[in-house]
């Protein structure tokens, strides 16, 4: 109940505001009484102390003037992003005042920023991140887990650590040294020390190619020391899984494989407790009263794959929609449409679980400890058939196995990790899903980017033929559209050096074969990355229709006005040319060809209308759809625009960005070229 009238007040306000929001048709959801109550609110929380609530709607301001000034459209998104902020106010009001203080707003902070600027965002994340994290008080086994470094093989492992850092700093040298030569051999030199020249050269060369042997077979003898059984965790994991079995009172067997792989030390310390975590939640939730659970190494091309299956019915996926709605009541609808298979992200996530009794955070804490060594995690379930889990890393931190790639003219190495499979498409057989591209992969509909849209350099050529890498992060394939794959090789990790390590999307340093430093991309931030930049720079490349996509040019004499409209268009993707009057554009249409054209109505020295007359007259441009952005919007006005070829006219002052772009791409779609 809440202690103050005051609290009280804001609630009433919280159930006016959820009203008003939850209308059925978004076309009439009333922005400006959810403003009031917003401000209104903001105003209560000023005079009692509640600063977290005034700073949190002050957030949501940002999202709300986006929607006032037409920049976009109410949408399921904005009813989410209000319905959550609801949320957030009922759990400030539901602590303490100095306790509120402490609440954590970061995240959905965030979220705001994000939406106001129209990027893709995650509320639910926020959510996750802000309070069910703060929430939860369960302890569970977390983190690494360290090995016992007083363990010798032949010596300490500490002491080989000292010692692959030594070796490869060594080798970091001798790569230096043999380009230093390089250069040192393009030098000119004088006919008469030609011979004692080449002599001392292949001295040289020769000790470079011995110095380059001993130090190549002696990290490979190092790395194999710091190399250990998997089989070394085994006690660990049973002894941490047989306890969770007693405890259910269920008769449930675990076999572990008999293989002898051998895996890098660090790695070994990261894959335990998810393990253990991922098997008893399997105990816990999988399997009802008896059963086994099976865990299988594979190996190949540098990595290793972790499977564990079991018996039990699968995973209830109702049970977790619904415990998925209890959490996250601000997003009942979203939820409710999911399929199965975007279900399973909620399983990551901490608190979800299908049971009561438990929380189930393993999964979301075995996720975090993957991704600390740059591995993944995927969940394959069927109702009534188990479920397996796949958790794949690479064998050493060292040494990585990947693939040389080029992209947007730079080279990358991608760890063969993440990699599920390379496919080949035609440019024609790309589908067009409006707001991202796909390809059919079997009966799987796979988005994909092009990685050079992240890239400051973007000199990559359109092709006919694409390469398509296809990544699985979080039970979701993804394709990454390249410009060339070079080859698949094992190469020398190298951290990167300590004041560039805040570089989210770069694991680190390999060397290719001409010893050039080349980076590690991380994937799953790329792919976070790739997500934000919408395909334009894809559709730009890729479109079926055209190359350059379509073109069109803005005529307007202010050029703030010209320069709102253009940075409009070509955030969806139009290659966009301006004019500063009607003789302006007259000129620009002799000197290039443009798809749809959008004009002011009053101009200097020629005005719309003269300028859409004289259009008209000019070979090529007799249907060419045009757009008027009028100071007017009288029926005299509309009717004498329409009357001499206008497609639309908008009022200058007030028009709908939406609706603008959806008229835009209405029109361009019926061009028949």
């Given at each position: ?22 209308i ?13 109550i917003?401000v209104t ?9 509640y600063?977290?609530?005034e700073?949190?709607?002050?957030g ?7 929607l006032?000034?037409?920049?976009f ?6 009813k989410?992003?209000?319905?959550v902020?609801?949320?957030y106010?009922?759990k400030?009001?539901?602590?303490n ?13 965030e ?16 959510y ?11 302890s569970?086994?977390?983190g ?21 850092k ?14 230093t030569?390089?250069?040192i ?14 002599e ?9 190619l ?6 190549n ?13 998997i089989?070394?965790?085994h006690?660990d ?7 969770t079995?007693k405890?259910?009172?269920?008769d449930?067997?675990?076999?572990l ?6 895996i ?16 008893n939640?399997s ?6 009263t008896?059963?086994?659970?099976n ?5 190949e ?11 039990g019915c699968g995973i ?5 929609r ?16 999911l399929?199965e ?26 996720e ?10 995927n ?7 188990g ?8 064998k ?13 003219g ?10 599920n499979e390379?496919?080949t498409v ?10 991202r ?20 350099d ?10 398509i ?22 190469a020398?990790?190298?951290?990167l050096?300590?004041?560039i390590e ?8 390999v ?5 050039n430093?080349v980076?590690i ?16 720079e894809?559709?730009t ?8 996509y379509?073109k069109?040019?803005?005529i307007?004499d ?9 940075n ?9 040319e301006?004019?500063?009057d009607?003789i ?9 060809y443009f ?5 002011d ?7 719309g ?5 004289n259009?008209k007259k ?7 759809p ?8 009288t ?6 625009f329409?009357d001499?070829?206008?497609?639309a006219?908008?009022?200058k002052?007030?028009f ?7 008229n ?10």
């Open positions: 109940m809440p202690e103050n009238n005051f609290e009280q007040e804001i609630l009433d306000y919280i159930g006016e505001l959820t009203v008003l929001i939850n059925k048709d978004q076309e009439k959801v009333d922005l400006k009484k959810i403003h009031t917003i609110i903001m105003g209560i929380s000023k005079v009692y102390n600063p977290k609530i700073e949190l709607l002050h949501l301001l940002k999202v709300l003037d986006g006032h000034g037409g920049r459209s109410f949408s399921a998104k904005h989410q992003v209000l319905l902020t609801c949320e106010i009922k400030i009001l539901g602590t005042n100095k306790e509120s203080n402490n609440f954590s707003i970061k995240h959905i902070m979220t705001y920023s994000g939406i106001a600027s129209e990027e893709p965002t995650d509320i639910n994340k926020s996750v991140n802000d309070i069910i994290k703060t929430q939860s008080k369960i569970i086994n977390s690494e887990i360290k090995l016992d470094s007083s363990k010798e093989v032949s010596v300490t492992l500490n002491k080989i650590d000292s010692m692959i030594n070796i490869n700093e060594l080798i970091l040298n001798q790569y230096q040294l043999k380009t030569i390089e250069k051999e393009q030098i000119e030199i004088e006919p008469k020390h030609q011979r004692t020249y080449n001392i050269n292949n001295s040289i060369k020769s000790q470079i011995k110095i380059e042997l001993g130090s077979n002696l990290q490979d003898e190092i790395l194999a020391l710091r190399m250990l059984p089989s070394i965790i006690n994991i049973l002894e941490g899984v047989n306890k079995i405890e259910s009172g269920k449930i067997k675990v076999n494989p008999n293989k002898v792989i051998i890098d030390k660090l790695i070994l310390q990261n894959i335990q407790s998810p393990i253990i975590n991922i098997i939640n105990i816990i939730h999988g399997i009802e008896t059963g086994e659970i865990i299988e190494y594979i190996e091309s540098g990595k290793i794959t972790v499977e564990i299956s079991d018996n209830d996926f109702e049970k977790i619904k415990r998925s709605i209890e959490i996250f009541p601000h997003d009942k609808e979203g939820i409710l449409e399929t298979n975007e279900l399973l992200r909620f399983a990551f996530m901490e608190g979800v679980s299908s049971s009561k009794k438990f929380q189930g955070m393993g999964l979301s804490n075995a975090d400890c993957i991704k600390n060594i740059k591995g993944s995690i969940v394959f379930s069927d109702r009534g058939s479920v397996m889990v796949k958790i794949t890393v690479p050493s931190l060292t040494t990585i196995t990947g693939y040389f790639i080029v992209s947007g730079e080279k990358f190495f991608i760890p063969s990790a993440y990699i390379i496919i035609q440019k024609e057989n790309i589908l067009d899903l409006v707001t591209q796909a390809v059919k992969l079997r009966d799987e509909i796979v988005p994909i980017y092009p990685l050079s849209g992240i890239l400051d973007k000199t990559s050529k359109p092709a006919n033929k694409l390469f890498i296809i990544c699985k992060i979080n039970n979701e394939s993804i394709g990454i559209v390249i410009d060339e794959i070079l080859y698949h090789s094992s020398i990790y190298k951290r050096p300590n004041n805040g570089l989210s999307s770069i694991q680190g340093v060397f290719d074969e001409e010893f430093i980076n991309l991380y994937i799953p931030k790329i792919t976070d990355q790739l997500k934000c930049i919408r395909n334009i894809f559709n490349r890729y479109a079926k229709d055209s190359v350059d379509k069109i040019l803005i307007d202010s050029s703030i006005n010209r320069s709102i409209v253009q409009m268009f070509s955030r969806s993707g139009f290659s966009v301006m004019a500063n009607g302006d554009a007259l000129q620009k249409i002799k000197e290039d798809h749809l054209i959008i004009t109505s009053d101009m200097p020295r020629m005005d209308a003269t300028f859409i007359e259009l000019e070979k090529g441009y007799g249907d060419t045009i757009i008027v952005l009028s100071s007017s919007k029926h005299k006005e509309i009717d004498k329409m001499i070829g206008a497609k006219v908008y009022l002052s007030n709908n960005r939406d609706k603008l772009l959806k835009v791409k209405e029109l361009l779609g019926s061009i028949n070229e």
